[in-house]
């Protein structure tokens, strides 16, 4: 992995604000905008391999391969080079998306039996699809390349790096040649004189079933960390500040990791305790609310604002918070009958009028 690098990350606007576009975009011809697609991170090195955001090795070997096809259709990259991208498919749903990015091998024995037991029960998690389509790897999971970053110049500016990843990805899909399905492809970042055209293209992007979009300035450098909204060099676009009605049903307790359990430095340099669910116990504190919104959506809502002597109250007198509404922030579903996602209740945001 090369050394310092870190993937470039947008700001979050803040929660329960209306941003003022108008007057973060002053110049809107300044800006290079792009879909901002609901796909998995990828970054892909210049030796095959595929890392995801945190930097950790993708275990999908389809996806594996996919880095390798790229790289071997490529004219030598330099080591320093990291191509950025979202895996994606414009025929799947996030959740589906997700099952083929996490899952070692779809097509393998094992995962033919796991679906093969799961279909027809109430258990199978993919409606309207069956085994074969959960256990094949599919043409339409490409990925949508969106940024090109040498470590050994990583000031260049946006409005250059674009050029270079344009010109990376003609230059991949003229070797693979027309007969053969591209792994990657490149997602278009253009300019528009006025905010309006900006708000259009935001439209559109919703429309189509995405999340929003992606603007950095044209003159902007690679960041290896996150943006602040302060720097106005990069934001997005999308409908993370909605707020939605839902009623109690359970009062969730968050876990923390057992006496011993073993403890890693990821390759950003911090620590991280097991997930395992035997590396866990009960923390005596609440997690969140389980939610159902009318129409019956169930969801995990996380809380806001409640420190530790709130959670433990919480979670003791779970039975009088059970039946409530309330008020809770998220971002728009991606997908129509999805839930909101990254949803939180700021505490006191109760609904008793329901």
Known sequence: MIANFKPQLLPNNKAGE???????????EDWLVSTKLDGARVELFNDGSVKGRSLKSIPSVHIQEMGMDIINNLPALPSSVVIEAEFYSEHMNFAELMHFFRSEDVTSEKSVAKYTKLWGTEKW????????????????????????????????????????????????????????????????????EHIDAIYQAYDQSIMDGNEGLVLIHKQAAYKCG??????????????????????????????????????????????VTSKLQEDRVPSGMAKGFLVQMEGGIGLTVSLNGYDHSDRVDLLENASSYIGRWIKFTGMAPVKEGGCPRHSHFTKGNFRDDK
């Open 18 to 28: 209306a941003p003022n576009w108008e007057e973060r975009l002053e110049h809107p």
């Open 125 to 192: 998690p993919f409606p309207g699809r069956d085994v074969k389509w959960a256990t094949t790897w599919h043409d339409t999971l490409r990925f949508y390349a969106f940024d090109l970053v040498d470590m050994a110049a990583p000031y260049t500016a946006k409005e250059d790096r674009n050029m270079l990843l344009a010109n990376v990805v003609f230059e991949y899909i003229k070797a693979k040649g027309k007969h053969s399905v591209p792994k990657m492809v490149y997602i278009v970042q253009g300019t528009y």
């Open 226 to 271: 996150r943006h602040t909204l302060n720097s106005k060099l990069a934001f997005k676009i999308k409908d993370d500040n909605l707020e939605f009605d839902g009623q109690i049903v359970a009062v969730e307790e968050s876990t923390i990791a057992r006496e011993g359990a073993e403890k890693t430095i990821n390759e950003l340099g911090r620590s």
